[in-house]
């Protein structure tokens, strides 16, 4: 199994090196460079400035070398600085971003688990029945509507017609003079509806998944055995079916894992969320190489371990798979 | 006519009780939108809008505008004098300023400011007004004066905000890198820094020993909001004070009673303009008589109703009506189809096959309008060009086209018949870097190489004086050449459409907008809004 383990790991890094390669001299493609963001059809910017500026970012170099510069710093853990005028450090960025955008999508997971697999539940054990019905129309209706649109028709009706919730950020001017109790309160009334309206648009998936996996799982001979036993329904549905129809629900939370860090721009933009979603999508549009490129490494870091996570599970279950 | 106190079914707004209540009083908040966060509060290291408008209130220069944005009036200067010819500038400051932290300002300030600006180690944008500076002496504390190798009359008004750095606290430093003081800044404007909320907030407080006297509102907060419609749904639940609308959301989305009763709306021209630029290096264009018909072919004035919704005018020349500087005796050509019919018949374009394209020597008349995406009103402004030229018998084909391609492919390459862009206006007249036949090089302005002798000169003539009414008269002429010229077809100077709420009173829209006289805006005891626990 050590060796199995070893084996893998090792395998990581030229990945790791093959992606970033790949990502560096992709997104040096793209028309534009950072310079251009700080000097187009600016009137005060002249040709020396424009010079300067490629120097100081290191731009005038060739690509390879840029590269080979770029490898070395991140080898010894430097994500480098930020080309943008606040010069900032790309770790420091991310830090302020990742733990935003992993409370926002580790709430709404909660809420589409604890939502959808009851739903889903419900669905298989009365299939056809009205409720069943009515939570499929009520899921694909949720799945089906721009998450952007039904955000700003709740932002009308809960921010502006009620009152009763803040229509964006996420929390309150005066948030530092309050108690901790009040600061928890404020920050639960501006995560309802972010919180709320990601996990509603995002329900329909996981509990029309659940919902076959337990159509098949209720067909299966053990199950019929358990209700032969005499066993009560609860138990059967609860105790035996509902355990086993788990595991590929189980599974699609794992590979969902790198998807955690990963921010939605429309979403964050119209809540007004610093999270990751707008960092790098704000990065990709001014060209800021070294940002971009540090939250690509991590999205790549954490893919890569999710997936090891998941094969390291599968040859813990079978011995057949570390020979391989 | 009714008195305060009585108590229909419509309790009064906030802009009716406003409009009674008046004593001036110091106190509340106002909250402001901004699309983007801001970058460096070091004025001379941002280059983008959110970050000038925040630094602005901190920071402050030798002078400034004035309302009318006809002329300069003192800031950090008491006065300025500029020498007969015109080359050196000498500027008294003012002895009673400090640093938000307490050190006196002195010429060795703004001294440090230039060295750091025209550095070479620097990375920014602005250098280039302060490399024309052949010198710059500090006569003594609160005196300094600067030389040019030749008159440069838009010199003054650089001496802004750009070149004033607390030299006590950046000395040795490498600005590059002073993220410490870019976030945190020491000023000596009318407000302080207190706090930043990376893409969230930024809060900026009253600065008690602000050397025109202390601004009424005690705190400005611009929240970071990307999302225009966000920004205007929280303008309506409270969220936001101040807002810049779009010409929809004034003429249409605040009418009702709900939204009147509590937010004013102010509309004035803005600072720029739409235009219709023509590749003047490739056929037809290089045709005066094509780029005149072009401009009788287009109807300004329907354009501005169907894309601004009538919030803006037509547009005649790179300067602003109501201001000094705009001549408005020249004739902008009018919407008149059958003389551009005329004008291309004269050149040589008719339709010869009556296929219902104009063409010349076998060539039918076919070009491409490019603008950059994601810019809404200049996409529709194409379309209705577009049918407008199709009626004429030309065709026209309407590309977008990404920001960093579009400039970096088509522009810079001059690779284009004609593009619809814009530009924003200085209050100074000069037009140098955009007219000049010397600008035409790839990432310089004068990209559709327009090059006229007589232009060159006046543009030289305008910088090279100090003196008002000539400067006057050379930009004048410069006005008319370009309308008969239409190197360019002008098409709009859109407005700016700002809403705020009715608690702030003072303000005076004016040429300059209403932003200028901030510092003596205020709100009523009785209205404030924010109580702020009494800072020390």
């Known amino acids: ?324 | 006519m009714t008195a305060g106190c009585s108590r229909g079914p419509e309790t009064p707004g906030v802009c009716e009780i406003a409009a009674q209540s008046g004593a001036v009083a110091n106190g509340d908040s106002i909250l402001l939108g901004s699309i983007g966060d801001a970058s460096n509060l070091i004025p001379m290291r941002a280059g983008d809008s959110a970050s000038h408008e925040v630094a602005g209130r901190i920071f402050d220069g030798m002078l400034a505008y004035d309302r009318d944005l006809g002329g300069l009036e003192p800031r950090l200067a008491e006065r300025w004098e500029v020498s007969e010819d015109g080359r050196e500038i000498t500027f008294y400051l003012r002895k009673d300023v400090r640093w938000q932290d307490g050190e006196p300002f002195t010429a060795r300030d703004v001294e440090f400011g230039f060295k750091t600006i025209t550095d070479p180690a620097t990375l920014t944008a602005y250098a280039e007004d302060y490399l024309q500076v052949s010198r710059f002496e500090v006569i003594d504390d609160h005196t300094f004066r600067v030389s040019y190798d030749k008159p440069y009359a838009p010199a003054l008004a650089t001496w802004g905000s750009m070149v004033v750095l607390p030299r006590h606290l950046l000395e040795g430093q490498n600005i590059n890198e002073a993220t410490e003081f870019a976030r945190n800044p020491v000023g000596l404007g009318a407000y302080k820094f207190e706090s930043w909320g990376t893409k969230r907030q930024i809060t900026v407080l009253a600065n008690d020993d602000y050397y025109r006297g202390r601004p009424h509102i005690d705190r400005v907060v611009t929240r970071i909001l990307p999302d225009q419609q966000t920004q205007f749904l929280e303008l309506k639940s409270g969220g936001l004070d101040m807002m810049g609308l779009t010409p929809l959301q004034f003429t249409r989305q605040t009418e009702a009673a709900d939204f009147t009763r509590n937010i004013r709306k102010f509309n004035y021209l803005g600072n720029g303009y739409t235009y219709l630029g023509y590749n003047l290096l490739r056929e037809p264009f290089t045709d005066v008589r094509v780029r005149r018909a072009l401009s009788h072919a287009i109807d300004k004035n329907e354009i501005v109703s169907a894309v601004l919704l009538g919030r803006g005018q037509p547009a005649v020349s790179p300067y602003k009506p109501g201001t000094r500087w705009f001549n408005d005796r020249v004739n902008d050509p009018q919407y008149d189809p059958e003389k551009a019919r005329a004008l291309l018949a004269e050149a040589g374009w008719t339709d010869s096959d009556g296929d219902g394209i104009l063409d010349k020597d076998g060539k039918p008349f076919r070009f491409e309008i490019i603008t950059n995406n994601g810019n809404e009103q200049r996409a529709k402004t194409a379309t209705i060009i577009q049918r407008r030229l199709r009626e004429i018998g030309i065709a026209v084909e309407v590309r977008t086209i990404e920001w960093a391609a579009f400039i970096n492919d088509f522009v810079d390459k001059k690779n284009f018949d004609a593009v619809v862009l814009g530009w924003s206006l200085d209050p100074d007249p000069d037009q140098y870097i955009i007219w000049h036949s010397s600008k035409t090089e790839p990432k310089q302005f004068n990209f559709i190489s327009f090059d006229y002798a007589e232009v060159d000169a006046l543009l030289e003539a305008g910088r090279r004086t100090f003196d008002a009414d000539e400067r006057k008269k050379a930009y004048d002429r410069f006005q008319e050449i370009l309308v008969e010229e239409q190197p360019y077809t002008f098409l709009y100077y859109p407005e700016s459409l700002p809403a705020l709420h009715c608690r702030f009173r003072g303000i005076e829209p004016a040429a300059a907008g209403i932003a200028y006289n901030f510092k003596d805006w205020y709100v009523p005891q009785s209205l404030q809004k924010y109580a702020m626990t009494a800072s020390p």
């Open chain 1, 1 to 324: 199994m050590t060796s199995y383990l070893v084996r893998r790991v090792f395998g990581l890094i030229p990945l790791l090196i093959g992606i970033t390669f790949v990502s560096f001299f992709v997104i040096q493609l793209a028309p534009g460079s950072p310079v251009d963001v700080a000097t187009d059809l600016n009137p005060k910017a002249s040709a020396e400035v424009r010079e300067r500026l490629q120097k100081t970012f290191g731009l005038d170099q060739p690509l390879h070398v840029q590269y080979g510069q770029w490898l070395g710093r991140i080898s010894r853990g430097d994500f480098g600085r930020s080309f943008a005028p606040h010069n900032r450090q790309v770790a420091e960025m991310i830090r302020e971003a990742l733990p935003i955008t992993l409370l926002l999508n580790v709430m709404s997971l909660c809420l589409i688990m604890g939502i959808g697999i009851p739903i889903g539940v419900l669905s298989a054990t009365r299939q056809y029945s009205v409720p069943d019905r009515i939570t499929t129309v009520f899921v694909f209706i949720g799945f089906a509507m721009p998450g952007f649109w039904f955000a700003l028709l709740c932002m009308l009706l809960f921010g502006v017609e009620l009152g009763w919730l803040p229509i964006s950020g996420l929390q309150s001017l005066d948030y530092d003079m309050l108690t901790l109790p009040q600061k928890i309160l404020d920050r639960a009334r501006h995560l309802i509806l972010p919180v709320g309206i990601a996990g509603l648009t995002g329900l329909a998936g996981i509990s029309r998944y659940m919902r076959s996996s337990m159509l098949e799982v209720v067909r299966q001979d053990y199950v019929t055995t358990a209700r032969a036993k005499g066993l009560d329904e609860r138990t059967v549905i609860y105790n035996h079916a509902l355990r086993n129809a788990l595991l590929p629900v189980i599974t699609i939370l794992g590979l969902s894992l790198p998807a955690l860090i990963g921010g939605s721009v429309i979403f964050e933009t119209i809540f007004a969320i610093p999270g990751m979603g707008r960092l790098f999508y704000d990065a990709v549009l001014s060209r800021d190489y070294p940002l971009v490129m540090g939250v690509l490494v991590i999205s790549a870091v954490l893919t890569l371990l999710g997936n090891l996570l998941a094969d390291v599970s599968y040859a813990l279950a079978d011995p057949r798979l570390r020979r391989r």
